[in-house]
């Protein structure tokens, strides 16, 4: 199993797919507080739709709380100011995906702790700033899927 690690997120729409996501591929999705949203957000279940009542989220005080309870054998970030790509990681089964919120991306203490576990997924253009949120997760699942063939 691999987990999804969404730190602060702040769209429900996005949490929703991503939890649709980790039902459909047997990931655990694990929710970091504060979110800009309740869990019982119409617009959260409405992009989950009947996957939400089978994903059973572990929900985290904050990121220490987090690391207290940590599962994951190893984690990655998601930044666009990773130097590695998301197919450059070596994955293996059980390590973690973490990403941050859709308006700030990751905190920056946390990107300059873990500079060697940044990943990025590249993207051609000179207009962008960053992914959907739910692509992103999807885009960095499916790598580490295709890597560990667990499908």
């Given at each position: 199993?691999?987990?999804?690690?969404?730190?602060?997120?702040?769209?429900?729409q996005n949490t929703g797919s991503i939890?649709?996501?980790?039902?459909?591929?047997?990931?655990?999705?694990?929710?970091?507080?504060?979110?800009?949203?309740?869990?019982?957000?119409?617009?959260?279940?409405?992009?989950?739709?009947?996957?939400?009542?089978?994903?059973?989220?572990?929900?985290?005080?904050?990121?220490?709380?987090?690391?207290?309870?940590?599962?994951?054998?190893?984690?990655?970030?998601?930044?666009?100011?990773?130097?590695?790509?998301?197919?450059?990681?070596?994955?293996?089964?059980?390590?973690?995906?973490?990403?941050?919120?859709?308006?700030?991306?990751?905190?920056?203490?946390?990107?300059?702790?873990?500079?060697?576990?940044?990943?990025?997924?590249?993207?051609?253009?000179?207009?962008?700033?960053?992914?959907?949120?739910?692509?992103?997760?999807?885009?960095?699942?499916?790598?580490?899927?295709?890597?560990?063939?667990?499908?």
């Amino acid at each position: 199993m691999f987990h999804i690690i969404l730190h602060q997120p702040e769209i429900p729409q996005n949490t929703g797919s991503i939890g649709r996501l980790c039902v459909n591929n047997g990931v655990q999705l694990h929710l970091i507080h504060p979110l800009g949203f309740e869990t019982s957000d119409y617009y959260l279940r409405r992009a989950g739709l009947d996957y939400w009542e089978k994903l059973e989220p572990t929900h985290y005080d904050d990121w220490n709380d987090f690391l207290a309870r940590n599962p994951a054998k190893r984690l990655w970030f998601f930044s666009t100011k990773g130097a590695r790509r998301h197919t450059q990681a070596p994955w293996a089964y059980g390590d973690g995906l973490v990403f941050g919120r859709e308006t700030v991306g990751l905190p920056a203490e946390l990107l300059a702790a873990h500079p060697e576990s940044l990943v990025r997924i590249p993207m051609v253009g000179d207009h962008h700033r960053s992914l959907n949120l739910a692509q992103a997760a999807a885009i960095g699942l499916y790598e580490a899927l295709r890597q560990t063939e667990n499908w």
